[in-house]
């Protein structure tokens, strides 16, 4: 059975390949030719827009690592626990025989406010941590970025400046050679 940690690696791997193939000679020979032809413009918005939609998805993952740091955000609370723990540790005679008589009855719910607290923090804490894996999210924001670039660099390639004009047949090849009847 495949985890999410699982499912977010392969994305991120499937986009690397992705972005590897780009890069290749291959499709750097393909781009010279669209330029050749005079239709790089034309591509240019289609890849201008595959731009948007990277962003668009890096936009998501963002969330999704926001929603991740949840449990981080969750120990920054401790000190708050840990005050209400040392509060509902006290039983109501401790609080009354202290002079805390008003606050005698919070000792008690304090009491279990923590232990709903912390089953909460315990609860959030496994179901994220087991969902939305951080290094996972990570790597496969850096996959994103890295296509997103790759393919503004394809976009620019695309209508840059250049000696290169199409021709119908490279040079070398045999010309036919007409003749007038």
């Not at 992705?18 to 393909?30: F, G, M, Y």
């Not at 939609?53 to 955000?73: S, Y």
Request: proline share 5%.
């Amino acid at each position: 059975m495949s985890t999410t940690a699982d499912i977010v690696d392969g994305i991120t791997r499937l986009i690397d390949a992705l972005d590897e193939l780009l890069e290749s000679n291959t499709v750097a020979a393909i781009v010279r030719l669209v330029r050749k032809c005079g239709i790089g413009a034309p591509v240019k918005v289609v890849l201008d827009g595959m731009d948007k939609a990277l962003d668009f998805i890096i936009t998501w993952i963002g969330k999704l690592e926001q929603v991740a740091a949840i449990p981080d955000l969750l120990d920054k609370l401790d000190p708050a626990l840990d005050g209400l723990k040392a509060l509902g540790e006290k039983s109501e005679q401790e609080m009354r025989d202290m002079g805390l008589e008003p606050l005698a009855p919070l000792a008690g719910a304090a009491h279990a406010a923590y232990l709903l607290l912390e089953k909460i923090r315990a609860g959030v804490t496994v179901v994220l941590q087991g969902y939305l894996p951080k290094q996972s999210l990570a790597s496969l924001r850096g996959a994103v970025i890295d296509l997103k670039d790759t393919l503004k660099e394809l976009a620019e390639a695309l209508v840059a400046p250049g000696t290169e004009s199409f021709t119908a047949l490279p040079s070398g090849a045999p010309q036919l050679v007409g003749g007038g009847a």
